[in-house]
């Protein structure tokens, strides 16, 4: 499931994520501070829910659920706001509610459980990532069986840049550090990065990759990641992180310094 949460103020928006992602712990919310920004999600994936503010810079609400449900006449409108002047224009646009901030996650699950569009309840993460301690992958409680360790290496580097493009010359610095990256290499690198793309197709997680012919990237969507829900504040991973992340791999250290830092400052 899809949700979209639009709100031009910078805290009422992650009080708003909060809600919905405590309330609705599989979906996959993108959050969006403009309603242009909104339009240009809304029309690269297909959402299911928009959770929206009224009273916003340029496009308001109202407006931008017009627009919404012209490029999905079956998206559910759930209005988030402090106002009540607004409830025959929702009633108009045949919202599917109209909550008042603050939002609570009791009031979204209500929300979510009397959508005016029903839809079928999917998490759309096909894998889950366990970074903190040693790299694992799991779909559902089954481990995902990697033929060849480099492989491996190569989806925890690609998982730890989440979701930004890593280039194949990059990869093999990563697997032969000093390495030249000579016609050798670039012929191992290409059958590693084929057997990665293999163990995903076997379990039925292939589009998790995303591939170029300058490298290849994470579908973060897909994917329930410890690491990603430690960066978006979520209390159970926080808590689950001890110092250690994907203790196998050197490179991995930054991103562990990093994450020390973050736990820091949260504690002060």
Avoid at 101 to 121: G, H, S, Y
Wanted: aromatic share 10%; proline share 1%.
């Amino acid at each position: 499931m899809n949700i979209l949460a639009v709100d031009d103020e910078y805290h009422a928006l992650k009080m708003l994520e909060s809600a919905i992602s405590e309330a609705v712990s599989d979906a996959v919310v993108y959050l969006c501070r403009s309603s242009e920004a909104a339009l240009q999600t809304a029309g690269a994936v297909h959402v299911d829910v928009a959770f929206l503010d009224i009273h916003m810079a340029g496009m308001n609400g109202i407006e931008l659920a017009r627009e919404l449900k012209l490029i999905n006449p079956k998206i559910n409108i759930i209005f988030a706001t402090g106002f009540s002047d607004y409830m025959r224009e929702g009633i108009e646009l045949r919202m599917s509610g109209y909550l008042f901030k603050p939002v609570t996650a009791e009031a979204v699950k209500t929300e979510m459980d009397n959508l005016r569009n029903p839809i079928e309840w999917k998490s759309g993460k096909k894998l889950r990532v366990v970074t903190f301690g040693n790299f694992e992958v799991y779909v559902g409680d089954t481990p995902v069986k990697f033929a060849r360790k480099q492989a491996k290496e190569i989806f925890a580097y690609i998982i730890d840049k989440r979701g930004t493009s890593v280039t194949y010359s990059e990869l093999a610095a990563v697997l032969w550090e000093d390495g030249d990256y000579d016609r050798t290499e670039q012929k191992n690198l290409q059958v590693y990065v084929a057997s990665l793309v293999k163990s995903l197709d076997e379990v039925g997680a292939k589009d998790v990759i995303l591939k170029s012919r300058q490298g290849i990237m994470v579908n973060t969507s897909l994917v329930d990641c410890d690491y990603y829900r430690f960066l978006d504040g979520d209390v159970t991973a926080i808590n689950s992180f001890t110092g250690q992340y994907m203790s196998a791999y050197s490179w991995a250290e930054f991103t562990t310094g990093y994450l020390d830092n973050q736990l820091n400052k949260i504690k002060r």
